[in-house]
């Protein structure tokens, strides 16, 4: 399998490739070596100390089989108590970095600053109540306890798992969901901000929009067809340029931190590379996906012109003389751009893409684009995940792609994973076998196409909660028993691999 993989990627390469030989690379002096994890999916002690609910918790108590037999984050990893035991895990690798997420509703339980989670009966401005504040000891002691041991914390404000009480509101189909990030973002940069120089605003817009507000599979599981992922997109954008402005406003000088948004994206390539038509659809797959996000943010405030006028020119075939994508005023495009400051890049597949034609009967997000995804058979597919194609090659191509159309950023790779199916060998040579492709990749990435990349990220430290496949799909760099009430970590072989790599800040040459 893995010299199918190789075969490949040798294939697409150019000729100038052929003479370097990255294995026995180095990577660029300071590299970030991380490993990433999500509260919903690691947490558990989901109402524990006054946490309010998020729309994940409501969603997995709904039951109705949308999630693999019913299961919750209710324990997960049981991260909120056995922080001490993540510790061990990161410090067993030697991670430089390790990227988690705050719990919106464990800090702010009904997702606005009106309420902090406090014990006690506290009612003083959030400076006074920090030492209260369970949600707020339980991150400290996270940050403390990485920066004591030289690990960089990279935190995300928010992945997928918003206040219950937003989504009651209208969640991120209403414009107030803005101003009530913005406001949690900036306690966030308060309270932590001092220590915390790396911020994710929110976790793959992308994914939320088009599985939580689209397709309803993901929470709060809205399927409004055609509006949904479009309207959650845009209060999204605005959400995060708002967090950027106060961070650059209010705290930046003082602080001195980052801050950015991470996009997920697979790589586009034309099913028939000889069919012009193929070859514009992998082109508005990218639009559709990437693009959506990035080209407001990074380019010019507005979404692709080629989304814009795919969507308008197919509501009025459908007779609505009105687009089903919002517009940003002149004002909020001024305010979108340029709101990041590093590329974050989630990247797992690649897709083979068709033209498809779009008929104008249905109305969808997908029949919008125009484009068909397709999996060449003869790619490997992760065991635990049926949509984890493994294609190394993909993500050198998206690479330089960021590259090319996103202005030379410096990027960082803030998930990249591949899952085993449950229950799974520690043994994961095979795993092993993609990380390290991966990793051959993005050494050519570096070195040959001169991208700025400045760290990788895998996906994740420890098996955990994996959205509807609950915990039959394993990520971790370390196996978790979720049988073992003391939920005992262990590494995989992936793990001990992966230290080794990052002890010498590079592969260690193949012998075969
Ligand atoms: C998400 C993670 C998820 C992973 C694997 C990413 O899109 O950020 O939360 O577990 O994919 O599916």
């Not at 180095?26 to 998020?54: H, I, L, N, R």
């Amino acid at each position: 399998m893995a010299s199918a993989l190789s075969t490949d990627s040798a294939a697409l390469d150019s000729c100038a490739d052929c003479s370097w030989n990255p294995e026995g690379a180095s990577f660029p002096e300071q590299f970030a070596w991380g490993a990433a994890t999500a509260a919903y999916q690691v947490e558990g002690s989901w109402d524990a100390d006054g946490k309010g609910p998020s729309v994940w918790d409501t969603f997995t108590h709904q039951g109705g089989d949308r999630v693999f037999k019913n299961q919750t984050g209710d324990v997960a990893c049981g991260s909120y108590t056995l922080w001490e035991e993540d510790l061990k895990c990161i410090k067993q690798l030697g991670l430089t970095h390790y990227r988690f997420s705050l719990s919106w509703s464990r800090l702010l339980p009904d997702g606005t600053a009106g309420f902090i989670n406090q014990k006690g009966n506290c009612s003083f401005k959030i400076e006074s109540c920090a030492a209260l504040i369970q949600g707020v000891d339980y991150y400290n002691k996270v940050i403390d306890s990485l920066l004591a041991n030289d690990v960089t914390p990279m935190v995300t404000l928010y992945h997928f798992d918003l206040p219950q009480h937003l989504e009651d509101q209208g969640g991120w189909r209403s414009d107030a969901t803005v101003k009530a990030f913005d406001t949690y973002a900036q306690f966030c940069f308060r309270i932590f901000g001092d220590r915390v120089k790396l911020w994710i605003t929110i976790n793959e817009p992308y994914i939320i929009a088009t599985l939580g507000y689209e397709k309803g599979i993901l929470a709060p599981g809205i399927a409004e067809p055609g509006t949904g992922a479009y309207q959650a997109a845009h209060n999204m954008i605005k959400a995060h340029a708002a967090a950027w402005h106060s961070y650059d406003r209010l705290f930046r000088k003082q602080q001195g931190g980052l801050v950015s948004i991470a996009l997920i994206s697979g790589w586009a390539e034309p099913f028939n590379p000889n069919s012009l038509a193929d070859q514009e659809a992998a082109k508005w797959h990218m639009a559709f996906c990437l693009d959506w996000f990035a080209t407001p943010i990074f380019l010019d405030g507005d979404y692709p012109a080629i989304m814009k006028s795919k969507i308008s020119s197919t509501c009025k075939r459908q007779g609505s003389p009105l687009s089903r994508l919002p517009e940003f005023t002149e004002e909020e495009k001024v305010m979108i751009k340029g709101t990041a400051d590093f590329f974050s890049l989630n990247y797992y597949t690649t897709r083979k893409v068709k033209y498809q034609v779009n008929t104008h009967s249905q109305i969808s997000i997908f029949a919008d684009k125009e484009a068909e995804e397709v999996t060449d058979p003869s790619w490997p597919v992760a065991t635990g995940s049926s949509w984890l194609a493994v294609v190394p090659w993909g993500l050198r191509r998206l690479l330089k792609y960021i590259k090319d159309t996103y202005n030379h950023p410096i990027i960082y790779i803030t998930e990249n994973g591949f899952s085993q199916s449950d229950p799974a060998a520690l043994d994961d040579t095979q795993r092993w076998e993609y990380f390290r492709l991966t990793l051959l990749e993005i050494l050519k990435a570096i070195y040959i196409d001169g991208v700025q990349l400045k760290g990788y990220f895998v996906w994740s430290l420890l098996d955990n909660f994996e959205w509807t496949c609950g915990y039959s799909s394993r990520f971790g760099l370390f196996h978790v028993d979720f049988e073992n009430s003391a939920l005992p970590r262990v590494p995989y072989k992936s793990a001990i691999e992966y230290a080794n790599v990052i002890t010498n800040n590079g592969l260690i040459k193949s012998h075969e």
